[in-house]
């Protein structure tokens, strides 16, 4: 069964920068697409960052030039480095395939606080 872990989250000031990770169980994580997903409050869960087994990376609009996820298959993990935050990124940061498995298969999350 596929589990998640992330950690890395907190209370950063905007302009600040925090580097989120997640490690995933499972042997044949290496050929999964990855992604990073973010649930700000009273709002949905979104997509911000892609990163394919080839490790070709997109991103959301919101965070295209700030973030950047990237993937060492060999420790089943990625990482996203978050630059230059503002108060529009805080939430729940998930990592997860994509497209995301269902439900039962999502884990506790990240909080990321951006306030000064």
């Known amino acids: 069964q596929v589990q998640f872990v992330e950690s890395g989250g907190g209370l950063v000031q905007p302009g600040g920068s925090l580097r989120l990770s997640c490690t995933a169980s499972g042997s044949i994580f290496s050929i999964y697409s990855m992604g990073w997903y973010r649930q700000a409050p009273g709002k949905q869960r979104e997509l911000v960052a892609i990163?394919?087994?080839?490790?070709?990376?997109n991103y959301a609009d919101s965070v295209k030039g700030r973030f950047t996820i990237s993937r060492d298959n060999a420790k089943n993990t990625i990482y996203l480095q978050m630059n230059s935050v503002k108060p529009e990124d805080t939430g729940v940061y998930y990592c997860?395939?994509?497209?995301?498995?269902?439900?039962?298969?999502w884990g506790q999350g990240t909080q990321v606080t951006v306030s000064s």
């Open positions: 990163v394919t087994s080839g490790s070709i990376t």
């Open positions: 997860n395939k994509v497209p995301g498995l269902p439900s039962d298969y």
